[in-house]
């Protein structure tokens, strides 16, 4: 916890406190959510919070990234497009239903800052609430019923514990809660611990991803419409990986969906 959270702390837990005397009860019963409203005002001007994008401050009704941000955010809007670019180039090598991206990755964007904080500053909020951003958007476009199961590309346990979450899962678990799709990090796994794939060709990152993942329980795959979700997708090579293995399995139908594209 950050330092500057323990005084947004204190001021909650001395309005719960007087809210348990007699008068305090009263005066809440009366009008709770105007007193409510009012403190939350009041611990936001003496502490704001910022937008994990920009920086600037969130105002009431605004969580983790600012409405302005939200709405400015470069959507590529492939749900729009069902044969985009970015599904026909990953069709090549394993068939697809859908490939999209949320965002258009750009090197010192707000994405790239807000994928920055979601993987390495301990901010996993903002893996859900950009799922619930997105699942809005798919629901809004028809993905009403298209999917039966959503399968992050998982991390090595190794890595996982190190940083204390997979970030796809976040973002699949906020897909989840706004499709009303179960999701699930436990159905795969990633057997091999790969180096980075940062500076390798196209060539080296198809072979460090070779007999990478493993499902553990093809009995919830078997069948199932899937839509399997990542951070960010740049040659596509380790989702490739983990759509075959799925096909494999015997998937009846796979989509792909992640934050950003690079």
Not at 63 to 88: F, G, M, Q, W, Y
Request: aromatic share 8%; net charge neutral; charged share 20%.
């Amino acid at each position: 916890m950050e330092l500057r959270s323990f005084p947004q702390l204190a001021w909650r837990i001395s309005v719960c406190a007087y809210i348990e005397t007699p008068l305090g009860a009263n005066i809440f019963q009366m009008n709770n959510s105007v007193i409510v409203g009012a403190l939350s005002d009041f611990v936001s001007l003496l502490f704001p919070r910022p937008c994990l994008a920009c920086g600037n401050s969130l105002v009431r009704g605004e969580e983790v990234i600012c409405t302005n941000c939200i709405l400015e955010l470069p959507a590529t809007d492939h749900h729009l497009e069902p044969d985009n670019p970015l599904r026909s180039r990953l069709s090549y090598r394993v068939p697809l239903k859908y490939g999209m991206a949320c965002y258009r990755f750009s090197k010192n964007g707000r994405v790239q800052h807000l994928l920055h904080e979601l993987k390495y500053k301990a901010h996993p909020e903002i893996g859900v609430t950009l799922g619930r951003v997105y699942a809005d958007k798919m629901l809004t476009a028809g993905f009403m019923d298209v999917f039966e199961m959503i399968i992050p590309v998982p991390l090595h346990p190794s890595r996982q514990r190190k940083r204390g979450y997979n970030q796809s899962a976040k973002f699949a678990e906020g897909l989840s809660e706004g499709l009303g799709v179960p999701f699930s990090d436990h159905i795969m796994m990633r057997q091999l611990k790969t180096e980075t794939q940062t500076r390798k060709s196209k060539l080296n990152r198809w072979e460090n991803m070779h007999d990478v993942f493993r499902v553990n329980v093809p009995a919830e795959v078997d069948g199932k419409r899937i839509l399997l979700v990542d951070d960010v997708i740049t040659t596509g090579s380790t989702l490739e990986a983990c759509a075959q293995v799925l096909i494999d399995a015997g998937s009846r139908e796979l989509s792909i969906a992640c934050i950003a594209e690079a």
